[in-house]
């Protein structure tokens, strides 16, 4: 029998040693910071009855910051859609597919960023953001 020794960082990931849970851990706090600019989901948008009405440049400012972090990270060395400024890219680009490839922290910020529609809409799913809304769905919350 071996004993196993593994650490985990405050996302719930596991990580074979503690300086790797700790960059984890790092990482998963700058992306909380930049990602509370927007608020908690609230209840209404997570059953899927509506949705938050956000302000554009926060979500634009958002954007920004969660490339600036990729960038942090050494995305821009092998992808260069992470030189633009992240509020000119669409949410539903290579970029998001780049980092849900990735996974982690900036995977499911960016997740959260896809849901968000040309008006500022935060919906449950990315489904509504790139579609029209049901017409039962109505404004849960807005922070303009």
Known sequence: MKQLIQFQADDGSIHQNPASALKRDRLFARVQGVMSWLGSTPKGVEDGNGWIHHDLATVNKVKDALFDICREEGFH??????????????????????LDDNGGPIARAWSRIGRIDEQGREHQQ??????????????????R
């Open 77 to 98: 060395e092998n992808f260069k859609i992470f030189k633009e400024q992240g509020s000119t890219v669409h949410a539903h680009s290579i970029a998001g597919r780049i």
């Open 126 to 143: 990315a489904y509504y953001a790139l579609n029209m809304p049901r017409p039962e769905h109505f404004c849960v919350e807005d922070r």
